[in-house]
Every structure is written in C-alpha cells, then in structure tokens.
C-alpha cells in the first residue's frame, strides 16, 4: 500500500495505459459515487483486482450533494425501525474514526414552541442514545428557554419553551468520496474518472465485463471481469435496460427519483456552532439548519422526479418552502438575494420489487442489492452514512450468488482513508475551508508551488495543483465544486475564481479545463427561482 507521506499521483495518461493492458479483473464497479466507491475499496482491501469507471467526476452527482450529516437517523425511530437506526449509528462511528479530518461530531437542538414537544422528542433521543450505547457521540440534553437561546441565539424567542440537545455528524462528501478513490488506489484498485461505461459485454448469457470510453478523446477500451456491479445510483435502471435486452429478459425500473434542494446562507442568521433540526414541519417534512465551512445549509426538501438531469433545477415552491419554514424559526429569516448558492441533489428511492425481474433481495429499507439472470449485481438506494455495510452487503450478495469466492468481511471497519490522522483532529467543518481536510497530506499541499498564494479564503494555488496531480481533478469544476467547495458555498465567488484556477489547471493538465462550462454553471447555482 502507498504511504501517506507520498501522495499517489493521478496522470491520466498512467492510468489509460493501465487501463488499455489486457487484463481479466475480479470486480469491475460502474459509477463513482459513495456506493461504488464504497464497494471498490472494500473489494481491493480484500484482495480482489478492482477497476472502477466513472462518467463525470467522483461524487459528481448525488454523493457530493448531502445534507452533509452523518447520522443514524432519527426519523427512522420513530418508524420504530429500530435494526435500520442501530447499524447506521454503528456506521456513523465508523466513519468518523476512518476520517477524522473530514467527519467530525456534530450538536444539534430542536426548538420546542409547544411544550409537549421537549418531553415527547427528548424520551425518544434519549433512546437514540441507547442504541447508540458506547458508539454514542454524545447525552442528550434537555434544555430550558435560555438553554436553548444559547446554543440557538438566532432563533426566534417569541414562544420559546426550551429544547432539546442530541448530537449527530457531519462531513465533507466529496472530499470524503475522493479519499474513498485514493484510498481504494492506494490498496490497488484502478479508478478513471470521465470515462463511462457504454455497453456491457456478455459470454453465454453472462455479464463478462464492459466497454468505457474516455470522454477526452473519444478512446474506447474493453475490459473483462468476473464480476460487474453497476453502482450508478439515480441511472441504474439504464444499464440494467442494457443488460436485459442483450439477454432477452427486460427489467422493470427499480428507481424512483426524488429530489433534494439546499440553500446556502451567510452564517450570520445562525451563528452558532449547533444545528437546528425542526422534527416536523407544517407539512411533515424535516427541516436542517446545518453550519458548514463557514456557512448554514438550509434544506432539505423531497420533491419526486420524472427525468433524470445531470444538474436538476430547484424548482420555485421548493425554494419558498425552505425559506418560509426558516421564517418559523429564525428572528431574521433569510430572502432569495440572501442566498449564496442553491445545489440540488436526486436520491434513488428504490421502488418494491417482485420476483420476475431476477433474484432481488433488499438488504433494508435503505438499500437494495438485486442481481439479473445475467449476473449483473445492481447496488442502489442507500444513504452516505452506510456506504460501508453497503459494500459489505454488495460483496457478500457476489459470494452468495457464486460471482466471487468468498473473503472475510470487516476488513474495513478499522480502515483509516488517505489523509487520516491518528486521535483525530480539533478542527472543527463548521468553521471555514483550509488545510485541516487533506489532514497528514497538508505538509505534502504545502511543498507545492503556490502555497503562499491566496486565491480565496481556505484555498491557495498550492491546493489546485495538489488536485490536478494527486487527486484526479480534470476542470475547473472539479476544483471549485469538489477539492475545494467553493461552488456549494458561494457560487458568485465561485465564478470570479475560475479564470485563475483555469490558469494553473492549463499550466498542470496542458489542456482545456472547461472555464466557460463552469461559469454557466455557477450561474445556476446563484439563481434564485423567481
């Protein structure tokens, strides 16, 4: 396994000519999010050859689009789903000890304006602290007005009885997804970002691996496996299409998509180091306000989806809806010319499936592993929190179904990712973007040309060359959404960045780094709809 003091480099060029080698691999993973990620490194940690394509970026689509918390899942108490709640509080333990510089704990207070509402929500926290047992992050607190005023300055005091204290996570997603490839790299997986997957292969009747193409140059390449997961979240029901008109038994869709919107605002309406969560909203919905990087996250909402965009559109009632839940709940509650950035996010809702379409099992409620006729293990549904017993589940379904020959599981529950330190770190995601999220890599960061020149808060030229060589970065995008999140955070400041990031990724990469499709981006990203 590389070491963390020499950062492993990502030259294209390396990895297409590994790619190109005529080589027969155990596991061949489509699609680069937390799932597929997920499964890639817990495969290669284990011993299999592993090679991973993505069509965009890393995290490009839903995994770089969270909520950014890492919890157990409070709502799913109260569905008494009591075995769901209890892995993902595992898992959340989980994921905060593999990377401390990127997942830290997390306060959060909801209000009580009526006062049945601190008893009633604080007994059920209160078993959430018990299924947490040791795993806990935290006591739940229960919290009179001034209490709660504290933690909460910003909240609207007009009726105010108290709260209730309880402690969750946070993380940086994307970041978290690249340290997932780096990692997965390091244990010797072959990961190539940009380069979909466009038909699968079939010996008789069997998924026998597939053909991507380099979307830079158009470059096709065949590669074998003896096992091809498609990890391809809200676009799984395209490939499994694929897979059963080649073998003639059609799939019925398995996703159905549904929507996600987030605000982001100046930290100034809450300025606290504690989330507010509102349990129940006016119509039902749950309803965060989340300090990160120097910002708050508003959100979420959970509108469905018919299409399946790239970059879906917040539509106008979703944006009012968070806006007008904020007024219940904030003194100064934030307008549309407030908003730094607006970013949505499709989650793959798996639909219930029967037993035509092949052997389908659901491992819960959150997820779904199904494997066609063909073979094809086809991953969906899921949350980031358990991206991990995700991966195991995958693998274990490949053993079970003959795919792989069995290996022992667990091989990344102590699994530190790139860049993780030993005892974890003080700093804190709520405060703003710096050198705390490359962790033991910073110094590496720091040795590059660049390092004292500043081109934002938390983000110097030193990090963009960092990205272009170690971190798969190809465009502007990929830096300014992605290695740095400045998109998500200030999408106006994101744009007056780009040309100069667009400068030292030409010097790096010698080739077009897509300037012009990033500012139209960032344009969508400011957009308040009207």
């Known amino acids: 396994m590389h070491t963390e003091t020499t950062p492993l480099p990502t030259r294209r060029a390396d990895l297409l000519a590994r790619l190109a080698q005529p080589h027969a691999y155990d596991l061949a993973v489509i699609g680069g999010g937390a799932t597929g990620l997920g499964v890639a490194l817990d495969a290669a940690a284990r011993g299999f050859s592993v090679v991973l394509v993505e069509s965009h970026d890393f995290a490009k689509g839903t995994s770089s689009r969270a909520t950014k918390l890492v919890h157990g899942g409070v709502r799913y108490l109260a569905q008494g789903n009591i075995a769901l709640v209890r892995e993902a509080l595992h898992e959340r333990t989980t994921l ?8 830290q704990p997390l306060p959060f207070v909801m209000p009580s304006y009526k006062f049945w509402e601190t008893p009633f929500y604080g ?36 009726g105010l009885k108290g709260g209730v204290k309880y402690w969750d996570g946070q993380f940086d997603d994307a970041r978290l997804a690249l340290a997932l490839a780096r990692t997965a790299a390091a244990h010797g997986a072959l990961l190539v970002n940009y380069c979909p997957a466009r038909a699968l292969l ?83 919905r749950v309803l965060f306000a989340v300090p990160w990087l120097g910002k708050l996250i508003l959100g979420t909402t959970d509108s469905p989806r018919q299409d399946l965009a790239r970059e879906p559109l917040a539509l106008r009632e979703e944006v009012a809806f968070i ?50 006729r063909s073979g094809l293990v086809t991953v969906t549904g899921g949350k980031w929190t358990t991206y991990r017993a995700m991966a195991e589940d995958v693998l274990q379904k490949c053993f079970d179904e003959r795919i792989l020959p069995s290996r022992p599981a667990g091989v990344t529950n102590q699994l530190p990712v790139v860049g993780a330190p030993r005892g974890g770190v003080q700093h804190r995601l709520s405060d703003a973007q710096g050198l705390h999220s490359y962790g033991t890599e910073a110094d590496a960061v720091q040795s590059l040309p660049g390092a004292s020149t500043v081109l934002a808060d938390g983000l110097t030229e030193a990090m963009v060359r960092f990205a272009a060589r170690h971190e798969y970065a190809r ?7 992605r290695r740095a999140r400045v998109l998500f955070l200030d999408a106006r400041l994101a744009a007056t960045l780009a040309p100069a990031v667009a400068a030292i990724l030409r010097d790096e990469l010698g080739q077009d780094p897509q300037l012009e499709p990033f500012l139209t981006l960032a344009q969508q990203y400011a957009a308040v709809p009207a």
Request: with cysteine; proline share 6%; aromatic share 4%.
């Open 96 to 103: 905060l000890n593999n990377a401390p510089h990127l997942a």
């Open 123 to 158: 007994v059920g926290l209160k078993m959430y602290d018990a299924l947490a047992g040791k795993a806990g992050l935290g006591a739940t607190e229960f919290l009179g007005r001034s209490e709660a005023l504290r933690h909460l300055p910003t909240a609207l005091p007009d």
């Open 202 to 284: 079939h010996a008789e009747g069997r998924v026998a691996g597939l053909v991507c193409e380099d979307a830079e140059t158009g470059q096709r390449y065949e590669v074998r496996a003896k096992c091809v997961v498609n990890a391809t979240g809200v676009w799984v029901d395209g490939l499994r299409a694929q897979d059963g008109e080649a073998t003639g038994h059609p799939a019925k869709p398995m996703v159905a998509p549904s929507q996600g919107v987030h605000i982001v605002v100046d930290r100034e309406f809450l300025p606290s180091d504690h989330a507010l969560m509102v349990p129940k909203t006016a119509d039902g």
């Open 323 to 372: 806006l007008g839940e904020s007024a219940r709940y904030l003194r100064r509650a934030p307008q549309a010319t407030d908003v730094r950035s607006i970013w949505v996010g499709l989650r793959p809702l798996v639909k219930p499936q029967d037993e035509d379409g092949g052997n389908t099992k659901s491992i819960s409620r959150e997820h779904t592993v199904a494997v066609s």
């Open 475 to 481: 465009t502007v995008e990929d830096v300014l959404a």
